[in-house]
């Protein structure tokens, strides 16, 4: 019932729904604080009116309740951050997919203003990227020489395709400016910073095709990075766009 008078998006990750959870349990205790001070609030003006009140009390309050309240809310605040909280953000940090469920690499280099992203072909390894082979023909750096880069996929701009309910490892970083990676529908947000790879993991659940935001404000062309889409498909349709693209001459990438 939550989800719908919040108007949460489209959820399409596995662990998604304890995010959901999260964001619906704080709106709880947030309407129960507001509902609790409007009553306090209607309360004082009548209770301490001029009229009943005319000399001033200069002791003020005597009983325990509002300390009990106040211990009352910090315990459930408390509950909210050990209990949900922080073990979303160590399964978001830590619990990365092992290598034995076959999770889906890719890297993703963010730009002003778009989503550079790289597979490592059929062996699951990248090849080496050096700032040293940097050139106009090769901007990404990478180092030809290096065999298990050979059968990487030639980039895409602003397209990812992923198999449905597998885990996936996005190794992050821009080559510009701090961007952040935002995928709403799979509940996972990474900021780009530059020079530094950072990995994020989520496991969709939903074929369909989701907007990859930038959440980061990057310059002028920032919200042009909202064109990014994620395409969670069906592990038959998967297998056939990622052959198509490995037949595919460097830099023609397929869209679709
Ligand atoms: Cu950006």
């Known amino acids: 019932m939550m989800e719908k008078i919040l108007g949460l998006p489209v959820l399409a990750s596995k662990h998604g729904a ?10 709880y205790l947030m309407a129960a604080l507001f509902i609790g001070w409007i009553a306090y609030f209607i309360y004082a003006l009548v209770r301490f009116r001029k009229s009943a009140n005319p000399k001033a009390d200069y002791v003020g309050i005597r009983g325990h309740l509002s300390s009990y309240i106040e211990l009352a809310v910090a ?43 790289f597979y490592p072909g059929a062996d ?17 750096g990478i180092d030809k020489a290096d065999p298990d880069g050979k059968d990487d996929l030639p980039p895409l701009s602003n397209v990812i395709h992923v198999p449905v309910n597998k885990p996936v490892i996005i190794r992050l970083t821009s080559r510009d400016v701090i961007h952040s990676f935002k995928v709403i529908a799979m509940r996972v947000t990474q900021d780009a910073i530059p020079g530094v790879p950072i990995p994020l993991h989520f496991t969709p659940t939903k074929p369909g095709m989701y907007q990859i935001n930038c959440a980061q404000l990057c310059g002028g062309g920032h919200s042009s990075m909202s064109n990014g889409r994620l395409f969670v498909d069906t592990q038959e349709e998967y297998d056939k766009w990622i052959a198509a693209q490995a037949k595919a001459p460097s830099g023609a990438a397929s869209f679709e």
């Open 18 to 27: 304890d995010v959901d959870k999260l964001i619906i349990y704080v709106h």
């Open 75 to 117: 315990f459930v605040e408390v509950v909210l951050l050990v209990g949900f909280a922080v073990p979303l953000w160590a399964h978001a940090v830590g619990e990365f997919p092992k290598a034995d469920e076959n999770p889906t690499n890719i890297r993703v280099i963010a730009q002003q203003f778009a989503w550079n992203v």
């Open 124 to 140: 699951g390894k990248f090849g080496n990227r050096d700032f040293k082979f940097v050139t106009q023909e090769n901007p990404w």
